[in-house]
């Protein structure tokens, strides 16, 4: 009999070709993608690393494998070591990195990896308050690195760092690492500013670009390691479109991690590769650095040039729509994927009533704090909403017109009804709308 997990497989695909995916975070992968995270390089172990040679004439189509495996602690690593070595070198030139670490489970686990890198318990971390737009993993109570290291938090003001601020805190405290990432947050960040002033305390830069790593790949977004940054961590299932996965890049010496290694700033990608393993992880997941792989060939093709572009020229025309609804979008705009909207303040709906009124048509996006929200997390006074997923099916001006038109339908029967009990064939009317279109833009790997 069929395991019930394929029934739900087959539910799933259902739910994500007829609804919209605006949860700015997820995308579609591509059918080679997908074959490579479901391949057999599941069964393999291969704790350690491939090849720690050769790294200035490599080559991958004429890569032979004599040359590679001398960090591993298992045999049969032929394959396995040639793939993960393609996934490194893709990853270095999509990001212009002297060394590329593939290991990372998530982006959790990368940031993890940086921190214990190059900190001691107690190290100070200057990050972004998660209010403001940060990440859990960037110092939220509830986190295990909050227990270890003391996080400094900074914030925002009117949408955009408060660089006179970070300036003060970071003279104040000399925090071991300054990290500028975020999760809802709108802005182009000033890495030259904030690398200027990382300098003048000798801090390790660190930029989690977990959710614009696609629109800097794509040359849409600047690379924080052009200017001035040591390390940069990121998810690959983002806007880099790959397998559900971390990765970090990072500027300095490159050199067998098995060497005894002072801790300066010029060896961090020898330190991380040792936090990465055996620091923090076991066994990597190569059919998962496969995928990476196979994503990382697509992200460096001049089609993902143009991908990048219209994600940001989407989110533009959809934020422009929503305002001429009278939503009110925190930072007045959008430079990236991702837009913020309090809801709360504009038409006196809450965050989780409004995500929940949008699921019932078929359009996803996830109830979001604001800076400032006074709502805390179950009931937070905003929404967080992207464009990558719906780029990728080839959605255009004329679609984002009407989403922002739904939305602003959706919102007028919340604001009606905010217990959403009478409202049924309303949301029933709209959601047909929304399928029809969605049909009509096929989702790859499931059409
Ligand atoms: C998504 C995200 C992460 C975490 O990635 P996971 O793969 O979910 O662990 C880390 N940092 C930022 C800024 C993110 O947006």
């Known amino acids: 009999m069929k395991d019930i997990v394929f029934d739900l497989i087959d539910e799933e695909k259902v739910r994500q070709k007829e609804g919209l995916e605006l949860i700015p975070s997820e995308n579609y992968v591509s059918p080679e993608v997908l074959k490579a995270m479901g391949s057999i390089f599941t069964n393999k172990y291969s704790e350690g690393y491939p090849n720690f040679k050769g790294l200035e004439d490599w080559d991958e189509d004429k890569i032979g494998s004599e040359v590679l495996s001398n960090y591993r602690y298992y045999g049969g690593q032929r394959n396995i070591d040639r793939v993960e070595r393609i996934a490194i070198e893709r990853a270095m030139k999509l990001f212009h990195a002297d060394h590329a670490n593939v290991q990372p ?69 000399k925090p071991k690492i300054i990290l500028v990432g975020y ?17 003048k305390i000798g801090a390790l830069l660190m930029a989690d670009m977990a959710h ?16 001035g940054f040591h390390v940069m961590t990121t998810t690959t299932h983002k806007t880099l479109r790959g397998p559900r996965g971390g990765i970090i890049l990072s500027m300095g010496n490159v050199a067998s991690p098995l060497k005894k ?7 961090i990608p020898i330190l991380i590769d040792k936090a990465v393993f055996p620091g923090t992880q076991g066994g990597p997941l190569e059919h998962v650095i496969a995928a990476k792989a196979v994503a990382f060939g697509e992200d460096l093709k001049p089609e993902f040039k143009e ?34 909207m309090n809801v709360m303040d504009t038409f006196g709906v809450n965050g989780k009533v409004y995500e929940r009124a949008l699921d019932k048509v078929g359009l996803t996006l996830n109830a979001n704090a604001v800076p400032g929200d006074k709502g805390g997390a179950f ?53 047909e709308e929304v399928k029809a279109m969605a049909l009509k833009f096929p989702v790859p790997a499931i059409d």
């Open 105 to 173: 489970h998530s982006g959790a686990n990368a940031n993890e990896a940086v921190y214990w890198a190059w900190c001691e318990p107690g190290d100070k971390i200057l990050a972004m308050d998660l209010g403001h737009g940060g990440h859990l993993t960037h110092g939220s109570p509830v986190t295990r690195s909050a227990h270890i290291y003391n996080f400094i938090p900074y914030g925002t003001k009117d949408g955009d760092i408060d660089y006179d601020e970070l300036e003060k805190l970071a003279l104040e405290h």
């Open 183 to 199: 999760s809802a947050f709108m802005k182009v960040p000033d890495f030259d500013r904030v690398a200027k002033i990382g300098k």
């Open 212 to 227: 614009v790593a696609g629109l800097i790949a794509g040359g849409v977004h600047p690379n924080p390691l052009e200017h």
């Open 261 to 267: 290694t002072e801790k300066t700033i010029e060896n």
């Open 307 to 340: 991908y990048a572009k219209k994600i940001v020229e989407n989110a533009k025309c959809l934020a422009s729509e929503l305002q001429s609804y009278g939503f009110e979008l925190i930072g007045g705009g959008t430079e990236n994927h991702l837009i913020l």
């Open 379 to 431: 009931k937070p006074s905003g929404v967080r909403l992207g464009t990558p997923a719906i780029t990728t099916r080839g959605m255009g001006k004329p679609e984002m017109k009407k989403i922002a038109k739904w939305m602003k339908e959706v919102m007028d029967i919340c604001v009606a009804d905010p217990e959403l009990e009478k409202s049924d064939a309303k949301f029933d009317k709209i959601r």
